[in-house]
């Protein structure tokens, strides 16, 4: 079996798995292509199983490989959310102090504060929501809360 006929033959089914475990059509796409990635560099080990058992490999290593991205996103929010207002020493910022130097911010880092802040939502959550990357979110927390604190300052 060569390779384009390994990718057809589970193409299907492994996609509609990864949509199953990922919250966005991307990120389904990112746990199969790294699947497939790792098919292809085992590729002489799955040659020599019984395609039910090849099945089985790619999803117990999508499935994995989903778990890990879950354990390794959940450290870094946990990181970068939950004590970036005591790094830059807002936490005991009066709510309503507070309120007037968000309501200075431009519109789009207006949401992700309110979001993050009066929601409770986390970067994940904030980025389906505004359809923008997790990666936007942090940023426009970051630079928020150092623009507050500049504000502060002054």
Not at 87 to 107: A, H, W, Y
């Amino acid at each position: 079996m060569n390779d384009s006929d390994f990718i057809d033959t589970h193409y299907e089914n492994l996609l509609r798995f990864c949509k199953s475990l990922a919250y966005s059509y991307e990120e389904a796409e990112e746990i199969f292509q790294e699947t497939m990635l790792r098919a292809t560099m085992n590729y002489l080990l799955l040659s020599t199983l019984k395609k039910y058992q090849v099945k089985s490999w790619l999803f117990r290593v999508a499935k994995n490989y989903y778990i890990d991205r879950l354990r390794k996103t959940d450290k870094e929010e946990e990181l970068d959310e939950a004590s970036e207002m005591e790094i830059i020493g807002l936490e005991n910022l009066p709510t309503s102090e507070f309120e007037s130097m968000v309501s200075g911010l431009p519109e789009k880092f207006q949401l992700v504060v309110r979001y993050k802040y009066y929601c409770g939502y986390d970067s994940r959550e904030i980025a389906n929501l505004l359809n923008i990357p997790m990666g936007t979110v942090r940023s426009r927390l970051h630079l928020s809360l150092n623009k507050i604190k500049e504000n502060l300052e002054d």
